[in-house]
């Protein structure tokens, strides 16, 4: 009677252990990341011309202040893109340069580095795409994210490849950068004139003057109205556009 008594006690502890287990297996590795598939809509007029030239254009050009819109709609389009299997991969860069400081002067390896100048574009792909899967997107190279320097000697080909803050390229490393293009690829380079960090020339305003005539490149220009933040943030551009009281 009481072997029969222990063999019950150790069955109950079993399922008990098992059923602790699986609960603590669902709630930390179990929940499905929310992922948000809703169709991706312009708020504004000049946002959807922004989203019907990536759609139709090889090369794109958006220029225009903060909050409206370009890193958002390029990335959440160049997911969808992805997760379609329309292409094989998506390619973020950008110089190493802002507010005068390189990642030279930033602690750890050059990932480590160069994470902060990404956060913006992950946490779109992790909403489009759900972060597990952008996790294994980057550790086999579907996703990848790299400085502007890295991208020397490459052919981009069936990806799309966002080139961010272009307002900090110099004309030469633009001119390196559109030259990478390959078969099935498209670019969009996005950047704000008005806040370059380097001396001289932007290749950014550099390369819209070369190419504004040539039929597979557009340029969107974005304008402190087309801004989609809070409110605020059109004041506080208007503010900036105009001398101090």
């Known amino acids: 009677m009481s072997r029969n008594f222990a063999k019950k006690q150790s069955k109950r502890s079993s399922n008990k252990q098992e059923f602790q287990d699986q609960s ?3 709630r930390f590795h179990k929940i499905p990341d929310k992922i948000d598939r809703s169709p991706i809509t312009a708020l504004k007029p000049k946002q959807q011309q922004y989203i019907n030239a990536i759609k139709n254009f090889d090369v794109t050009f958006a220029t225009g202040p903060a ?7 390029c990335a959440a389009l160049a997911a969808q893109e992805l997760d379609a299997k329309r292409i094989d991969k998506i390619i973020i860069t950008r110089p190493a340069v802002e507010a005068g400081e390189s990642l030279g002067f930033l602690p750890g390896e050059l990932e480590e580095k160069f994470d902060p100048y990404l956060t ?4 779109i792909l992790d909403l489009r795409l759900g972060k597990t899967f952008v996790d294994y997107l980057i550790k086999n190279k579907r996703i990848e994210a790299a400085p502007l320097a890295f991208m020397r000697g490459r052919t981009f080909t069936n990806a799309w490849v966002i080139l961010d803050e272009a307002q900090n390229t110099t004309p030469m490393q633009m001119k390196m950068f559109l030259t990478r293009i390959g078969k099935g690829c498209k670019m969009i380079i996005n ?3 008005d806040q370059k960090d380097i001396p001289g020339k932007s290749g950014l305003a550099d390369a819209i003057g070369r190419f504004n005539h040539i039929p597979a490149i557009k340029h969107v220009k974005f304008d402190r109205e087309d801004s989609v933040r809070h409110d605020l943030v059109q004041d506080i551009l208007l503010g900036y556009e105009t001398e101090p009281v």
């Open 67 to 73: 909050g409206t819109g370009k890193t958002y709609l």
């Open 24 to 26: 603590i297996d669902q």
């Open 191 to 193: 950047g704000d004139v």
């Open 120 to 123: 913006p574009f992950r946490e």
